[in-house]
Structures are given as C-alpha cells and as structure tokens.
C-alpha cells in the first residue's frame, strides 16, 4: 500500500514562499496520470496564488 499525504498548497506557499513551492511542485511525479503530474508542475501555484482551493495528495 502507497503512503499518501495530502498538503493545502496555499498553506505550503505562505510556509515555504513561492522559490522553494516552485522546487517542490517541480519534482512531483505522477506516471500514471501525465496531465495530473503537469498541472502540478506547471498551474497548480498559479491556483494557489489566486486563491483558488487546491489540495494535492501524493
């Protein structure tokens, strides 16, 4: 069984600041789902600075 962890990513930004998010997000990986793994990559801090709710499990 995966271990899962669910994190608030508006909480992660206003703890980390955007430069270390941004390192973060940019390692996740999800091979099964390809669009999942570029929308956090690549969107998923835009969501969060516009104040979006967004919660990503891993």
């Not at 998923?44 to 967004?54: Q, S, T």
């Amino acid at each position: 069984m995966n271990d899962c962890i669910a994190v608030n990513i508006q909480d992660m930004l206003k703890a980390i600041g955007e430069e270390e998010l941004t390192k973060l997000l940019s390692d996740f990986s999800c091979p099964l789902n390809l669009e999942v793994e570029d929308f956090v990559r690549n969107k998923a801090l835009d969501f969060a600075k516009e104040n979006f709710p967004l919660h990503i499990s891993s």
